[in-house]
């Protein structure tokens, strides 16, 4: 059995954004605990085993300790890490993460330093980690500049830098950044301290770059356009980013769709990518020079697919669908398609997803 966390939104993120009249959102109390059988596909919620933890949109592992980081998507951003026991999770510590709606976590390789990205002024911070995988302190890399956001205008554009995510170089050598306020994939150096970027990539106007996957050869990076619905194939070196390569459609001409999470399977032949609003999984294959070509599309079973997992094992992809609150377990073949399995199993608002074991 395998136990996955599922960040979840919570009642507070409608404090900040005007709650739409046709929403149909579940509103968590924290992070939500699914069992997987990875044999079967089998799944199976549990309940809630973090209480209290707002809106953690994105969940981040340690990679030697049994600690979670949640960055909390709320005014001020925070950061919290718990503790994983044989009893589920602890709350050890929430920090503020100097910045606003911290949006993104992961951690460096090395499991020395957390970085948290935030959506509404565009800080990037830098957690020290204690050899506990405690926070020890937080240092801002880039000090946040955007005017933050309000219940009546929600806009990337025209404010400003505004982080979706940060992702550390699968060697720790540099951070990769998606900016989807000025439209650009930044990169700086790992370390900690405040720094210069070493590279920036711009994308199209209001392609809204959202999210970074490495593609393990170190010489391709991919980026999804939450604005115009493309997959980008990046040139890169050592995982850096350094130039587009290649821009890919992901729905037909006039068909609208918001792209949100992709994830590279783990053996670097498929690509799997969340289209809100098409309600749809797009399935890419992957060639050995991480060259894509999209094979088609798979319904996600649900409304607004936001979070996309493959399992460790890469039997089986988690697809959490926002607004219909449940999480439908896809089965994956040798030929990388993924087939549902069972019926949907009901979780508030998923965001994220983090396996444990």
Known sequence: MTDVLVGCFTADLWRYFTRPDTDTTISSRGIERLVLDD????LRHTGVVADGVSSPQYLALHPRLPVLYAAEFARPGRISVLDLGPGGLARRTTVESLGGMAVAVDVDPAGEVAYVAHLDDGA??????DERGGIRE???????TAQP????RFAYRGSGSKLHQVRVTPDGGGLVVADVGTDSVVTYPAGGDRADPSGRIGFPEASFPRHVEFHPSGRVAYVVGEGDATLYVLHARDHVPVGIAAAHRLVPEGTTALPSELHLHPDGRTLYIGLR???A???????DEGGVRLRGHEPSRGRNPRAVRVSPSGRHLLVGNW???TVVAFGIGEDGRPRPVGEPVEVPSPSSFAFTS
């Open 323 to 325: 607004d219909s609150n």
């Open 149 to 152: 956001v309000t219940q009546q």
């Open 277 to 279: 609003r098409a309600n």
């Open 138 to 144: 937080v240092r801002p890399v880039v000090a946040g």
């Open 39 to 42: 044999d079967t596909g089998a």
């Open 281 to 287: 999984i797009a399935v890419l294959d992957v060639d």
């Open 124 to 129: 990037l911070t830098a957690c020290l980690l």
